[in-house]
């Protein structure tokens, strides 16, 4: 049967990814950086990869087309991004590996990152890799540093964490003003051109959707902020010294960019 949101999935993960490049012009390569972390922990080809604050399941996305044997599971509270990520993964009538909950080993899993419960929604305690973009900056700091050790809890000995974000270098503060100001203003000429959508434009088209509508009324009752919550953006520094005390045995980093960076972590 095909999925209900199969006509318009393909186009708002195109228009979520232009979206979000406004943000991240690095986006792909820091993506494939993640994923080349992931190679290297999993000989075998076939990773077990959790897609965390994943939304509409972009890393898992790549991950399988670079990893046709992966496993991933997408875990986010948003049911418009949730409901997408589940329209792409999982919605293929054509899939030959179909089981009762959707196609085998592609997980679709709704659940808080600010409650320690999460972890009971999983259907695993033994992921190769947990990788996350842009998201956890939505978390309070000592919310972040617990989860941290969460996440330790189901990485099997020797999986990769890696989270991308923005993470400036505390040795770089004005240029980092710089660099920031810059990157406004190429994202502001973006939306002037019509190139990407802001993200309070692309939201308003998800409202506009007659399919999309009630999952936003949904979600509207789970950020009723405009961005869900103050964003903390603490320097890489911070991350490698918390990934430190929730026990990882490497840290460092994998990746930066400006005043992005991608810190990484071996349980
Ligand atoms: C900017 S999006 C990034 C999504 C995806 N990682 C990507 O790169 O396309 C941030 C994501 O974090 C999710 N998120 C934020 N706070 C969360 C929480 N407490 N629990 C679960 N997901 C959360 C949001 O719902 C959203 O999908």
């Given amino acids: 049967m095909t999925h209900y949101l199969a006509e318009v999935a393909d186009a708002f993960q195109e228009s979520w990814d232009r979206q979000q490049e406004a943000y991240l012009p690095d986006r792909e390569h820091r993506i494939a950086?993640?994923?080349?972390?992931?190679?290297?922990?999993?000989?075998?080809?076939?990773?077990?990869?959790?897609?965390?604050?994943?939304?509409?399941?972009?890393?898992?996305?790549?991950?399988?087309?670079?990893?046709?044997?992966?496993?991933?599971?997408?875990?986010?509270?948003?049911?418009?991004?949730?409901?997408?990520?589940?329209?792409?993964?999982?919605?293929?009538?054509?899939?030959?590996?179909?089981?009762?909950?959707?196609?085998?080993?592609?997980?679709?899993?709704?659940?808080?990152?600010?409650?320690p419960s999460w972890t009971e929604a999983l259907p695993h305690r033994d992921y190769d890799a947990v990788l996350t973009a842009t998201a956890l900056h939505w978390l309070a700091p000592e919310r972040l540093a617990v989860l941290y050790g969460e996440i330790r809890q189901v990485l099997r000995a020797g999986g990769v964490f890696a989270n991308a974000d923005h993470m400036p270098d505390e040795g770089l503060p004005e240029l980092t003003k710089q660099l920031l100001g810059k990157a406004n203003a190429r994202r502001e000429a973006r939306y002037a051109a019509g190139a990407a959508l802001s993200w309070r434009d692309w939201w308003a088209r998800v409202a506009a959707d007659p399919r999309l509508a009630p999952l936003h009324a949904e979600r509207e009752k789970i950020y009723p902020a405009e961005h869900g919550s103050a964003e903390w953006t603490p320097p890489a520094g911070w991350h490698l010294a918390a990934l430190r005390t929730a026990g990882f045995t490497e840290t460092g980093l994998l990746w930066r960019g400006g005043a992005d960076a991608t810190v990484a972590a071996i349980a």
């Fill in 33 to 115: 950086t993640m994923l080349d972390a992931v190679e290297a922990v999993t000989p075998d080809g076939r990773p077990r990869l959790l897609d965390l604050a994943g939304g509409t399941g972009s890393i898992s996305l790549r991950a399988l087309a670079r990893f046709p044997g992966a496993r991933v599971t997408v875990v986010d509270q948003d049911p418009v991004l949730l409901a997408l990520a589940e329209a792409s993964l999982n919605g293929d009538p054509a899939s030959p590996v179909e089981g009762d909950g959707g196609v085998v080993g592609r997980e679709i899993v709704a659940a808080d990152l600010g409650r």
